[in-house]
């Protein structure tokens, strides 16, 4: 196998071998396998995911939280008005004020119902070794936050058949144990403080969401956007987030309406559910200014653009960061990284692997669109193997000035094995007034 090693400071290229090493995320042993399904937990969501998204037609009912009983259990009656626990078809309100909130329970070790509804400056705490399951069909949600409002998990939610398995509308959600979400049409998690919300949204995974495993994951699997001033957070801090089946991306951090980020300190793994018959999803999308940050381990396969970084976004791949595209290594992505329309990407002393890609590697800039990628930092590197089109491709706008810039710097290396493979292909494509700099050597 032939190969190109592009070294720090040097403007030639020289031959070299390649093998990747460690296993199929190319970072050794860095990447925890999670297991993120007990076999028995498996087996009751897979019955009953079946059960609940079969059903066809519910009752509304609801089942306001008055915390009348003192003790803040879920399953005393009552805690409710009318008194009497929630049954299958019940929308469950916690309203501000009613204290003591949801946090604990005394005898029933889960309950089911249909959607959970956290108003304004209200909490509620599902706790440990409690199951909380909600058949939210033909709801626009399975959880609603409210603004100033704040969900807990501490063991186990299971949400089926929403629009939008969780909407946090200027809420804080706090994820620390096992999350779960299927049957969404719009999205898994919609993090965005809109609805006339006063306070930002706050979302924070510190174990596992699944969302996805049994069907649909939604349009988006994460959306994560800002509204006016307020601003959307989600720090996946210490977990696993899997994300399976969607229609559109698998997450979208976007400040088209107000400031977005997104940063991953553990493991993210995205399905983006394309087909060789039907490239059209996504697997990361950063846009409209949004910022993410990654210095865990994310994973993308199967899109047709594993992660596209467009429309004044930043991406950064951080310190100690590892993006791993196509794992698997069949040739179900298109292009790797997309980074077009004034989008920025750092590799700042992080990697990024690439494996058997049907177009592009990494596609900088466009004819109308300029970008900035640069590879740069003590340990920091870029692995492409295999792409049937251009390894690097680096356009300009057309203007006179070049204002498309890649930049391989400091320490920095790139290695490109059987880059353009195809008929009159080249590795790398540095096009007309596009500046690619390797070291202190400039082309262009």
């Known amino acids: 196998m032939k190969c190109t090693f592009i070294p720090p400071h040097r403007s030639d290229v020289r031959r070299t071998n390649f093998d990747p090493g460690g296993d199929t995320y190319g970072r050794g042993n860095r990447m925890r396998h999670s297991t993120y399904k007990k076999s028995w937990l498996s087996t009751f969501l897979t019955v009953s995911a079946f059960f609940l998204l079969g059903l066809t037609s519910v009752t509304a009912q609801t089942s306001t939280w008055t915390g009348a009983a003192g003790n803040g259990f879920w399953d005393d009656p009552n805690n409710y008005s009318p008194v009497g626990l929630p049954v299958a078809t019940s929308t469950v309100i916690i309203p501000g004020g009613a204290t003591p909130y949801p946090s604990g329970y005394n005898s029933m070790v889960s309950m089911a119902f249909r959607r959970l509804d956290v108003q304004n400056g209200a909490s509620a705490t599902v706790p440990n070794l409690f199951t909380l399951t909600l058949n939210a069909t033909a709801s626009p949600y399975g959880i609603s936050l409210g603004s100033g409002s704040s969900v ?40 965005s403080p809109t609805g006339g919300a006063t306070n930002p949204s706050v979302f924070i995974n510190n174990s596992e969401i699944t969302i996805g495993n049994i069907s649909s994951g939604g349009a988006n699997g994460i959306f994560n956007g800002g509204a006016g001033a307020l601003a959307a957070s989600f720090t996946n801090a210490n977990g696993m987030i899997s994300i399976l089946n969607v229609d559109n991306a698998g997450i979208r951090n976007s400040a088209l309406n107000g400031p977005a980020s997104f940063i991953n300190q553990a493991d993210i793994a995205i399905n983006a559910n394309n087909t060789l018959s039907g490239f059209d999803n996504e697997g990361f999308i950063n846009e409209d200014n949004g910022t993410t940050n990654n210095t865990g381990n994310l994973s993308v396969d199967n899109a047709n653009r594993a992660i596209v970084n467009r429309m004044n976004g930043t991406f950064t791949n951080d310190t100690g960061g590892s993006i791993v595209i196509n794992p698997m290594a069949p040739a179900d992505v298109n292009n790797g990284i997309v980074n077009i329309l004034n989008g920025t990407f750092v590799n700042r002393s992080a990697a990024i692997t690439m494996t058997s890609l049907n177009q592009i590697g990494i596609w900088n800039g466009a004819v109308s669109s300029a970008a900035t990628f640069l590879n740069t930092g003590t340990g920091a590197s870029i692995s492409i193997n295999g792409t049937a089109q251009y390894a690097i491709r680096n356009l300009s706008d057309a203007l006179s000035v070049p204002t498309t810039t890649f930049k391989n710097e400091d320490s920095a290396v790139i290695t490109i094995c059987d880059g353009g493979v195809g ?22």
Do not use: K
């Open 152 to 191: 807990t998990n501490n063991h186990n939610i299971n949400i089926g058949a929403a629009a939008t398995g969780i909407r946090n509308q200027g809420g804080t959600f706090i994820n620390n144990d096992e999350l779960y979400i299927n049957g969404a049409t719009a999205a898994g998690i919609s993090n």
């Open 423 to 444: 008929a009159s292909t080249a590795a790398i494509y540095n096009g007309v007034n596009a500046s690619f700099t390797n070291g202190n050597s400039t082309a262009g």
